[in-house]
Structure formats: structure tokens, C-alpha cells
């Protein structure tokens, strides 16, 4: 699918088929989803794959009954690890020579040290990217998603053994479509949100 294609197609889907996607297909998707930029190649997303229909319905009622969750065939809990910075960053360069793969490790850690605000905005826009790449992957496969954050991030924490040290920046639902999405609520006009050189 041409992307420009993807991207006009791709909408917030709230109803899915009854389909079981195959293991191939979900790490076709998570293949994809790895390849998102990070800062510094940080690669802090963290990516929990649920399919089973138990822990689905459970993701269902702490998102407040939003039966997407129940009937997608995937449910992804986009995740970030803070402290991926601080834990061996020279393996995300592993395919450059070594001097410079230590000077990336030490700017890498120059930046992040004590500096929690960047850990957390690094995390939502890393998880960002990712689920764009997922959504757009997905309708390129012929599958339709939900970005969701409308949920009880807390219990949902709980229930996937969140570790202290990550958060979940939001969920993303991918199935066979039941229904099309309403029309677009509307798009602003670019004349309201570009601006050139300064606002
Ligand atoms: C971060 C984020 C959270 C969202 N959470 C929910 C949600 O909990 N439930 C839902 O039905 N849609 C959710 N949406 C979908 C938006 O309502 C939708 O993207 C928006 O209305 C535009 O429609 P479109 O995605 O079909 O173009 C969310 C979207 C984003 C980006």
C-alpha cells in the first residue's frame, strides 16, 4: 500500500471482526514497530502483545468497557523503559567501531543524568513514533487500529507486572474491521496551525 494511502486510510476503528492474526503477522508488526526512531537510538519502547481473549476482556472493563479491546485480534500496551539510557548504552551502537560507539555512550548518559523530565518525554515521544509505525504498518498489512489512553493506567500496570521503572505511554488495538469509522470529526484548516518561521 503506497503510504500516502495508508495514512488517509488509517482511522480510530471501534468495532472488530472475531479473527485470530497469525504469529507472523504480529512480528511482522513488531518489526516494523522497531525500526521507529529513537533519540540517541535508545530504543526505550516497550511493547506488551496481548491476544488472549481472557486478559483482553480484562483490558476491556479497565478501559472502562471500550469493547475494541475485547474484539481486536491484538492488543499492544506501548511501554517505555526510563532508565534505558542508563542501562548499557553502548549496545544500541553495536555496529560502529568503538571509539565513537563510547562517545555516543557517554553523551547519551550526559544527557539523561538526573534529568527525569527527559526520561518521561522521551518515553511518550519514542512510544509516539512507534505507534504511528505500528498503525500504518497495520492497515498496510489490511488490519485497521485504535490508539487508546482512555483507560485506568494504573490497574493496567498492575496487571501486566509494570516494572518501577517503566510507564505506559498508551494502548493500540489492531483487528479486521466490523464497522467503518464515523466521518473525520474535522480537520482544522493549515492556515490555523502552520506558521512560517515564528508564531
Ligand atoms: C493518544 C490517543 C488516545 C486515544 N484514546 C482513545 C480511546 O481511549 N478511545 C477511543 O475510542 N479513541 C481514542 N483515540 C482515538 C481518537 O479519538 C481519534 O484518533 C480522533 O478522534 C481522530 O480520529 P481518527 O483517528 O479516526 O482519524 C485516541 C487517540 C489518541 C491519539
Given at each position: 500500500m503506497d503510504t500516502f494511502d495508508a495514512i488517509k486510510s488509517r482511522r480510530s476503528i471501534k468495532s472488530f471482526q472475531n479473527y485470530t492474526m497469525s504469529k507472523e503477522e504480529i512480528n511482522q508488526l513488531l518489526?516494523?514497530?522497531?525500526?521507529?526512531?529513537?533519540?540517541?537510538?535508545?530504543?526505550?519502547?516497550?511493547?506488551?502483545?496481548?491476544?488472549?481473549?481472557?486478559i483482553k476482556d480484562k483490558l476491556c472493563a479497565l478501559s472502562y468497557g471500550q469493547k475494541q479491546v475485547a474484539e481486536a485480534s491484538l492488543v499492544i500496551i506501548l511501554c517505555a523503559d526510563l532508565k534505558a539510557w542508563d542501562k548499557d548504552p553502548e549496545r544500541y551502537w553495536i555496529n560502529i567501531p568503538e571509539g565513537p560507539r563510547q562517545s555516543i555512550?557517554?553523551?547519551?548518559?550526559?544527557?539523561?543524568?538526573?534529568?527525569?523530565?527527559?526520561?518521561k518525554d522521551e518515553a511518550m515521544r519514542s512510544?509516539?513514533?512507534?505507534?504511528?509505525?505500528?498503525?500504518?504498518?497495520?492497515?498496510a498489512m489490511g488490519y485497521d487500529t485504535c490508539p487508546m489512553e482512555g483507560f485506568d493506567f494504573g490497574k493496567v500496570g498492575n496487571l501486566i507486572n509494570l516494572?518501577?521503572?517503566?510507564?505506559?505511554?498508551?494502548?493500540?488495538?489492531?483487528?479486521?474491521k466490523a464497522k467503518d469509522a464515523a466521518p473525520r470529526g474535522g480537520q482544522l484548516q493549515l492556515s490555523e496551525v502552520v506558521f512560517e518561521d515564528h508564531f
Open positions: 518489526e516494523a514497530a522497531i525500526l521507529s526512531p529513537t533519540s540517541y537510538n535508545i530504543q526505550n519502547w516497550r511493547f506488551v502483545i496481548v491476544t488472549k481473549q481472557e555512550a557517554k553523551a547519551i548518559r550526559q544527557s539523561y543524568t538526573g534529568n527525569p523530565t527527559l526520561e512510544c509516539g513514533f512507534a505507534a504511528q509505525t505500528i498503525m500504518l504498518a497495520a492497515k516494572p518501577s521503572d517503566h510507564i505506559i505511554s498508551m494502548m493500540v488495538v489492531v483487528g479486521k
